[in-house]
């Protein structure tokens, strides 16, 4: 019978929970056509049609260095690569398959490349892995409704031999577990319907990871998908439960906890744009200001934030996702210690921001100016040891005049005349209490 170990399990997330922010990467052959990496099922391309970008594949820019160094620079602490997408192909040097970079144009093991970039910028190092995989040929075609050649007659499901594909899904975990030194982040993509748990062999596939890599983080996959949280949530863990839930595309909106109210691990996911893949035409990104406030949010509720870049067909980043990455570092080099370690306050959300908290410090995340001095609800005067604005680390007095004090039961913090914050998307007071209980 499986035993849930919850001292080791803290033990383990100890430094994912306070990263906090972390480097999506989806990379493939996809960047070629540049149409997102689900576009061979989209357009239910053959094998046949979609090998001319196995023909061409030959990523000459791809320098992981500068990956790590803009991932790092952005203030993120860890990175997920997809090793091997939904299309099956393999950014490693798998001995149980052709189908991979090593023998492309290219001949690199780009996963290695990655990883031992990773390290040495002191990034944690995580890969990504498809359950899903439209290139093995005993993986089924006609009744997988993600498959590209779903429902095509031409691809029936007979003669497809399922335990012979999850030899090779195993095989490939414990290639990539054996391989590429420490892997801190296992990232499975993901369970639909009966395709879950012990349909993926999971017992034995995480059991073999745990021992062969332990202490890496597994994400909820297994048993579900972006949507769904996984036994973990429902109090009852079974041997192959997540280590975190991961909501994708959306930021969840009180957090996320388990059947008995308990807070859960969780990393929301999105993409920068509107694609996980290179999408040249897909020029919805979001504003560096707004993603800088959405990694508060999802710290205020206790989760990680794990932003995706989709890299070219050459390697490299695109040129908005670049410079949003830059802002953003801009932002976090001031401000992480609003963010690094840090997590949900029991404090009421303020109308002009949020709050983060870690141990007796609240910091106040200000998106919107007040008029006049900032309450600081539920503090009394006497719990403050100190108000500093965390990006230059000035004292910030708490308001004493005739405004303030029409309100003697709230504390104020007085930001002076100028109703231009220091910084405008989000000015970050640290709130150092006496006494952590009171905040707690
Ligand atoms: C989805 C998609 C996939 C992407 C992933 C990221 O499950 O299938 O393309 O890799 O989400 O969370």
Known sequence: ????????????????????????????????????????????????????????????????????????????????????????????????????????????????????????????????????????????HFSDGAHPMYQNPDYPDEGRNWDNYIEYLHNQVRELCTHYGKIDILWFDYSFGEYSGEKWGATKLVDMVRSLQPGVIIDNRLEVSGAGLGSLASGNPLPYHGDFVSPEQIIPQEGISDVNGEPLIWEACFTMNDSWGYNSKDKYFKPAPMLIRKLVECVSKGGNMLLNVGPDARGNFPEESVRILKEIGKWMGKNGEGIYGCGASRMPRPDFGRITQKGNKLYYHIFDNTIGPIPLMGIQKKEVKKIRLISTGAEVPIANNWVSNNYPEITFADLGQNPILPDEIDTVLEVELIDEKTAK
């Open 1 to 140: 019978m499986y035993q849930f170990n919850r001292e080791e399990y803290q033990k383990r997330m100890q430094w994912y929970v306070e990263a906090r922010f972390g480097l999506f990467l989806h990379w493939g052959l996809y960047a070629i056509p540049a149409r997102g990496e689900w576009m061979r099922s989209f357009e239910r391309m053959s094998l046949e049609d979609y090998q001319k970008y196995f023909d061409e594949f030959n990523p000459v820019d791809y320098d992981p260095k500068s990956w790590a160094r803009m991932a790092k620079e952005a203030g993120m602490k860890y990175a997920v690569l997809t090793a091997k997408h939904h299309d099956g192909f393999c950014l490693f040097d798998s001995q149980y398959t052709d189908y991979k970079s090593t023998n492309t144009k290219c001949g690199r093991d780009l996963v290695r490349e990655y990883t031992d970039a990773m390290r040495a910028e002191g990034l944690k190092v995580g890969l990504y892995y498809s359950l899903l995989d439209w290139h093995h040929e005993d993986y089924p």
